[in-house]
């Protein structure tokens, strides 16, 4: 029964912690499919988390906190666009530069406007989201085996864990059942002839970056309006990144993408439950190394198991229109 509980809060705390995995990797399927490559997660999500957090503590409302995490992730995307896209500049470059001025710019305005190391205020009540319990969680809480499942994975989660997975199917829908998602995919892989047949290869490329700046700000906002309360310097820690490695060990498909998440949000919720107790025949691990956990295994997996991934034809390459 030990072991059942366990692998419950293990199994719970995956789900928390691959929310943020999710809304990006999604986001970066979205500009990668339309041949943007962009390297920029890390960035945008903590520039979000850190505009969420200032305004839902100056204002008290999360709904204006989440509004403005969305806004200056739109706004660095569409700097991303304008470097990569409209300029024609390095993709790479762009990107490593945001997550760059970000970083610092997060650290340095936190500590002019709350002087608390660089920290937003603690957010409690309507200035940061609540879970959530589904129907006839009470009843159901007590009953073996189910009530567990029901009470502790189904139900007791933020609203933007459920809208994370449900972002999935929909961007599936969106990429391979829509005229947009045709001409989204099509521009990633052969610009050209998108061109000829007469749409604008600019114009869809901005369209899947506003996609990606919508869904970084949701991961963004959930790390500091949901997951903690309140905005913390370097909150991100290399999330962005992760969901970038998760994206390419999925090979670009939004339901892969989903698996992978979780695979890594549960190496993460395993390293953190493993910290401090000792391992059989091993004995006590270093904390140091149960830290690192996550971030090795994500290397031997993209290393040792992910085979041959494709990506699109015209990923990461400026499109330059023939006269």
Not at 91 to 101: E, K, L, M, P, T
Not at 216 to 231: I, K, R
Not at 274 to 295: E, H, K, S
Request: proline share 5%; charged share 10%.
């Amino acid at each position: 029964m030990d072991f059942y509980v366990s692998l419950i809060a293990i199994l719970e705390s995956t789900i928390r912690l691959s929310v943020p995995l999710l809304f990006a990797a999604l986001a970066g399927l979205f500009t990668e499919r339309a041949g943007v490559f962009d390297i920029g997660l890390e960035g945008k999500m903590l520039g979000s988390a850190f505009a969420a957090g200032a305004v839902a503590a100056v204002t008290g409302s999360v709904w204006l906190g989440l509004a403005a995490g969305i806004l200056v992730s739109v706004a660095l995307s569409l700097v991303h666009g304008y470097a990569s896209i409209t300029q024609r500049g390095s993709q790479i470059v762009s990107g490593v530069a945001i997550n760059f001025v970000v970083a610092g710019a997060t650290v340095i305005l936190g500590e002019a406007w709350f002087r608390q190391g660089g920290r937003t205020p603690a957010l409690s009540g309507g200035a940061r989201f609540q879970t959530i319990d589904l129907p006839f969680v009470e009843a159901l809480r007590d009953v073996p085996v189910i009530g567990p499942i029901y009470a502790q994975l189904l139900s007791g989660h933020f609203l933007l864990t459920y809208l994370a997975f449900a972002m999935v199917p929909l961007s599936w829908w969106v990429l391979y059942r829509t005229r947009f998602g045709l001409r989204l995919r099509a521009v990633g892989e052969n610009p050209g002839a998108v061109d000829t047949a007469g749409i604008s290869v600019v114009w869809m490329r901005y369209r899947a970056v506003i996609c990606c700046g919508i869904l970084t700000g949701f991961a963004g906002a959930y790390l500091s309006l949901a997951m903690t309360a309140g905005f913390v310097k370097g909150m991100t820690a290399g999330k962005g990144y992760i969901a970038l490695a998760a994206l390419i060990f999925a090979k670009w498909r939004p339901v892969n993408v989903m698996f992978a998440c979780l695979l890594f949000g549960f190496l993460d919720a395993l390293s953190i439950r493993l910290q401090g107790n000792p391992l059989p025949l091993i004995g006590q691990v270093p904390v140091q190394f149960m830290q690192a956990l996550p971030y090795l295994l994500t290397v031997i997996l993209l290393a040792g198991f992910i085979g041959k991934a494709i990506p699109p034809k015209a990923g990461g390459v400026p499109y330059v229109k023939e006269r």
